[in-house]
C-alpha cells in the first residue's frame, strides 16, 4: 500500500498569514497516463470532508483562489496564501493511482 | 446539487451485521463509481472500498475484505455497504462519496452516518 506522510501534524496561524502543508508518499503518483493522482481535502469541526485541490494543482469548483497545489511524484504542497478564520479544520492528502486509496494522517490547522 | 444521503446506521454487538445506504441524487449516478470512506472517533479518514459505473469491478481495503460487501443499485441511484462479523474497531463514521473520474478523486461526500460496534 502507498503510504502519504503529512507534516506538519498541526499550524497555529495569524489570520492575513501564509500557510503550507507538506505530503510525501511511498511511491510516485503519477500513472502511465502522464496525471498524477494526488488531491487534498478539508474537513472543517463538525462537517464531512470537502475537496479542494484533484491532480495535484487544480482547484475544485467553488475554491478559493488563496489555496494552490504544488508538488511532483512523491512531494507535494498545499498552500494557503492568507489564511482567514473559515479555513480552520484538518486537512488531508490523499492518493488515488491506485487502490487502496489512502490518506495523510490529516493536519489540524487552527487561527491565533 | 449534487446530493449523498446515508442511512442504516447505529448500533450493533461484535459479530452482528448491518447495512448501510446511500442516495443519490442531482446527477448522473450510473456514469461514476462510488466509494464508502469511514472516520473512526477523533482519528482520520481511511477508505473502504469502491466499485466501478455498472458493479463489474470492486476494491476494498485489507482490514474488511470478507467482511464488508460494496454493492449499487442504478435504477434506485442507491449505493450499499454490507457490513458483516463487525468488531470494535468498525466503530466510525461511514461517508459515501462520489468518484470523480479525471484523477478519481472524491468530489462530493454525503454527511456521514454513526457504526457503532459495542456489546
Known amino acids: 500500500d502507498i503510504v502519504m506522510t503529512q507534516t506538519p501534524l498541526s499550524l497555529s496561524v495569524t489570520p492575513g498569514q501564509p500557510a503550507s502543508i507538506s505530503c510525501k508518499s511511498s511511491h510516485s503518483l503519477l500513472q502511465s497516463d502522464g496525471k498524477t493522482y494526488l488531491s487534498w481535502y478539508l474537513q472543517k469541526p463538525g462537517q464531512s470532508p470537502l475537496l479542494l485541490i484533484y491532480?495535484?494543482?487544480n482547484r475544485f469548483s467553488g475554491v478559493p483562489d488563496r489555496f494552490s497545489g504544488s508538488g511532483s511524484g512523491t512531494d507535494f504542497t498545499l498552500k494557503i496564501s492568507r489564511v482567514e478564520a473559515e479555513d480552520v479544520g484538518v486537512y488531508y492528502c490523499m492518493q488515488s493511482v491506485e487502490p487502496p486509496l489512502t490518506f495523510g494522517g490529516g493536519t489540524k490547522v487552527e487561527i491565533k | 446539487e449534487v446530493q449523498l444521503v446515508e442511512s442504516g446506521g447505529g448500533l450493533v454487538q461484535p459479530g452482528g451485521s448491518l447495512r448501510l445506504s446511500c442516495a443519490a441524487s442531482g446527477f448522473s449516478f450510473s456514469s461514476h463509481w462510488m466509494s464508502w470512506v469511514r472516520q473512526a472517533p477523533g482519528k482520520g479518514l481511511e477508505w473502504v472500498t469502491n466499485i466501478k459505473e455498472d458493479g463489474s469491478e470492486t476494491h476494498y481495503v485489507d482490514s474488511v475484505k470478507g467482511r464488508f460487501t460494496i454493492s449499487r443499485d442504478n435504477a434506485k441511484k442507491s449505493l450499499y455497504l454490507q457490513l458483516n462479523s463487525l468488531r470494535a474497531e468498525d466503530t466510525a463514521v461511514y461517508y459515501c462519496a462520489r468518484v470523480d473520474s479525471p484523477g478519481a478523486v472524491l468530489d462530493y461526500w454525503g454527511q456521514g452516518i454513526l457504526v457503532t460496534v459495542s456489546s
Open positions: 491532480a495535484v494543482s
